[in-house]
């Protein structure tokens, strides 16, 4: 098993040495790709499904939904007014803390699939702790004062916990992560359901729902609808955390040790950089970051918790590969993927084309960020034909 | 390769023992009592048969993802594969049968259908990971939330909903005179199609990969693909091979859970495949990358699985249904951390550039 580390770094190889501007060209070309291959998706759809009046018909083929439309309702349902940017940036608030909880770990050499875990275990830490406090917490303003940080202590804490797991599992163990953290998703919703169940069900609703958070602890809208539940001061501790973090791994002692570990581990190791602490530290952080995530997830959108968390852990492994795992380019990530959840809804309303093809999207704009080397391949192909040239920049 | 077998067999001895012990024990308990409740859900044939039923798709996906893994190749995506093939399979039945061919051929050719779709699946990841490098987790993620979006999308499109109609199942096959075997016989000979071909596959897996030529290659391709190279083998096209045998048997275990067991797609949620996909990379490991010993961490998973519904009928036991779905995962990790590393194939997850 000593092989590997190398075997990692030669696994992140291609990923890593990619430059900010190469990646930057990359991402744009993964989504230009994505949204080609959505509408062929669409059109393929459209002609399968059955409508009264198609939108689209040509050559004789009649087709229920016309793809540039799909977009363009798509970018106005994400965009089209104040409500709707708030929803947007709701989902974006979510995706910045999940997708940082990726990037850390990846920096450190480390995939942390189980964001979605952390998320959920966080977001029930947030509600416990919230349920109890209201009990002897006072009310009005100081009350406020109390609880906010109360919840997302909690579920910072309970997150960070369940994402130091899989690092302990990891460094002493030799448990590979990606598999620990993928099983412990399943868990955390497991033993969520169960807690909620049996110890804060609401007796007055069906199904698993747990009582409602005190009103004191609810971030409440500023500027935008309050019926869209997005708070801007929490947007803006997000975009805080975001840029402490790019301080921490770019310019901090610790961030070099990081991405010395994740980028060339044997010249970290032999340098003095301790591989337990980057390891434990970096899932540990990750699961904290997943966790204030669920208690802004509780505090701000939900006020309860219940069943059938939305998957942001998962979006969050796209938004977070989108940016290139750079906490900064995070912000149009993520703000790209807030768009499609929302977008998604109004495509559904306004056209009847099921939401699910934004996951499908999503899906696409993964496996083609993750693949640099189609692209890689396309632009030789198109020089070598001579209509484009490459001047430089070539490893 | 001879000692893999011993394995098996221990495990084999052991569940013998166990269930002897379980026959000794509820002779001696009462009936009545919660023990003797448990017991006797335990030692029903019955119970034996769902477990089996159950482990179908769980040990495919298992088998499937030993094929991708020992030639080298990382594939998360099985869960994906297993979505894909059980949508098409059933889009496949109800378009047939709308056509008018008979019900039995339609499931048939529908589980044909599901298989193909898988494969080609599995060829576009193929192509991906091989011919351009892709991150081969990432893509496999990838495969897998495409699925997640695309099977429900198409049921909406095709059904007006995320569900597809009920299309019946391929039954169970009741072969003469074996089955009137007492015990053994209902168990093992009245079953679904779908639970021979796992039982006949994993032993013809576990041959294919020890004694074959093209065993010989996968296991060269995962373990030390510069020889195999330089033996004159391309180890990209062994790997296509082995990311294509991994399409089809994710493809016969999500269209055999979906026509054998369910006979409908579940679109919502994690859909009706709900992380079987998953438990199958986990009986591979639990199974050290043995086909014979994956479909056991198969069958013991299922078991947990099928136990659960018969533990509900006995209302003194107030053991929650998530206690049952998550003990595998449970049980893997603590396998993971205690029984020992499992033989990971040592260039997993790398490209290798053949030399042309």
């Known amino acids: 098993m000593s092989g590997l580390k190398p075997r990692i770094e030669r696994l992140f190889g291609v990923l890593i040495r990619l430059s900010t501007g190469e990646r930057m060209l990359l991402s744009s070309a993964a989504v230009l790709v994505a949204v080609g291959v959505g509408m062929i998706v669409i059109l393929g759809a459209g002609y399968a499904a059955t409508c009264r009046s198609p939108a689209l018909s040509v050559f004789g083929l009649e087709f229920c939904y016309n793809p540039i439309e799909t977009y363009f309702v798509l970018l106005q349902g994400a965009f089209g007014d104040s409500f709707k940017l708030a929803v947007t940036l709701q989902w974006t608030t979510l995706l910045l803390f999940t997708g940082l909880s990726f990037a850390i770990p990846y920096k450190a050499g480390l995939f942390n699939i189980g964001a979605q875990g952390q998320f959920v275990l966080g977001s029930l830490a947030t509600t416990i702790a919230l349920l109890w406090a209201a009990e002897i917490a006072p009310s009005g303003m100081l009350g406020r004062l109390v609880l906010v940080p109360v919840g997302l202590l909690?579920?910072?804490?309970?997150?960070?916990?369940?994402?130091?797991?899989?690092?302990?599992?990891?460094?002493?163990?030799?448990?590979?992560?990606?598999?620990?953290?993928?099983?412990?998703?399943?868990?955390?919703?497991?033993?969520?359901?169960?807690?909620?169940?049996?110890?804060?069900?609401?007796?007055?609703?069906?199904?698993?729902?747990?009582?409602?958070?005190?009103?004191?602890?609810?971030?409440?809208?500023?500027?935008?609808?309050?019926?869209?539940?997005?708070?801007?001061?929490?947007?803006?501790?997000?975009?805080?955390?975001?840029?402490?973090f790019y301080w921490l791994l770019t310019n901090s002692a610790i961030g070099y040790e990081i991405r010395t570990m994740g980028t060339q581990p044997k010249a970290a190791r032999f340098g003095g950089v301790s591989e337990r602490f980057t390891t434990l530290f970096s899932m540990t952080t990750a699961g904290v970051v997943a966790g204030v995530g669920g208690a802004v997830f509780i505090m701000m959108v939900l006020g309860r918790w219940q069943t059938g968390a939305p998957p942001v852990g998962f979006d969050g492994i796209a938004v977070s590969i989108l940016a290139g795992n750079n906490p900064l380019a995070l912000l149009p990530s993520g703000l790209l993927f807030g768009a499609l959840q929302s977008g998604g809804q109004a495509i559904q309303f306004q056209l009847g084309i099921p939401s699910e093809i934004v996951g499908v999207l999503r899906g696409l704009i993964i496996l083609l960020v993750a693949t640099p080397e189609l692209f890689r391949l396309f632009g030789t192909q198109l020089e070598r034909r001579g209509l484009i040239t490459v001047d430089g920049g070539r490893e | 390769m001879r000692s893999e077998l011993k394995t098996p067999a221990k495990w084999l001895g052991g569940f013998l023992a166990v269930i002897l012990v379980l026959v000794v024990t509820s002779w001696i308990v009462p009936p009545e009592s919660i023990t003797g409740q448990v017991l006797d859900a335990l030692l029903d044939t019955s119970y034996a048969s769902a477990t089996l039923r159950v482990a179908v798709p769980i040990a495919f996906a298992a088998m499937g993802g030993i094929f991708a893994e020992k030639t080298g190749i990382i594939n998360i995506g099985i869960e994906g594969f297993l979505i894909l093939s059980a949508l098409s399979s059933i889009v496949a039945v109800v378009g047939l049968t709308d056509a008018g061919v008979p019900p039995q051929v339609a499931l048939w050719l529908g589980f044909a259908v599901g298989i193909l779709v898988s494969v080609g699946a599995a060829a576009v990841f193929g192509v991906f990971v091989i011919r351009y490098q892709s991150n081969q987790v990432i893509a496999g993620l990838a495969?897998?939330?495409?699925?997640?979006?695309?099977?429900?999308?198409?049921?909406?499109?095709?059904?007006?909903?995320?569900?597809?109609?009920?299309?019946?199942?391929?039954?169970?096959?009741?072969?003469?005179?074996?089955?009137?075997?007492?015990?053994?016989?209902?168990?093992?000979?009245?079953?679904?199609?779908?639970?021979?071909?796992?039982?006949?596959?994993?032993?013809?897996?576990?041959?294919?990969?020890?004694?074959?030529r093209l065993g010989r290659y996968i296991r060269a391709s995962g373990d030390n693909p510069r020889a195999l190279d330089t033996a004159g083998i391309s180890v990209s096209r062994t790997r296509f091979k082995g990311v294509l045998i991994s399409g089809v048997l994710c493809g016969i275990g999500g269209a055999g859970f979906t026509l054998g067991q369910l006979g409908r797609f579940v679109g919502s949620g994690e859909t009706s495949i709900g992380g079987r996909g998953f438990l199958g990379i986990v009986a591979y490991l639990f199974g050290n990358y043995n086909p014979i010993l994956s479909t056991i961490g198969a069958l013991l998973f299922a078991s947990f699985d099928a136990l659960q519904f018969r533990l509900q009928q006995i209302p003194a036991l107030a053991i929650p249904q998530q206690f049952f779905r998550v003990l595998p995962f449970v049980v893997v990790i603590l396998v993971l951390m205690f029984v020992g590393r499992t033989r990971i194939p040592a260039a997993l997850g790398e490209h290798y550039d053949d030399d042309e």
């Open chain 1, 154 to 244: 909690a579920g910072g804490a309970i997150g960070g916990l369940y994402g130091l797991l899989p690092g302990y599992l990891k460094h002493r163990f030799e448990v590979n992560e990606v598999i620990s953290t993928l099983l412990l998703n399943f868990i955390a919703t497991a033993i969520a359901v169960v807690t909620v169940d049996r110890y804060f069900a609401d007796p007055e609703l069906q199904g698993t729902v747990s009582r409602s958070i005190p009103t004191e602890a609810v971030l409440s809208s500023q500027l935008f609808p309050s019926s869209a539940n997005f708070s801007l001061l929490v947007f803006a501790f997000a975009l805080l955390v975001l840029g402490g």
């Open chain 2, 143 to 212: 495969i897998w939330l495409i699925s997640l979006g695309v099977a429900p999308f198409v049921s909406l499109v095709l059904f007006e909903s995320v569900n597809s109609p009920s299309v019946g199942t391929l039954g169970t096959w009741r072969i003469p005179l074996l089955a009137e075997i007492p015990v053994v016989g209902p168990i093992f000979f009245d079953a679904s199609p779908m639970v021979y071909l796992m039982l006949i596959s994993a032993p013809l897996c576990w041959y294919v990969l020890a004694y074959t």
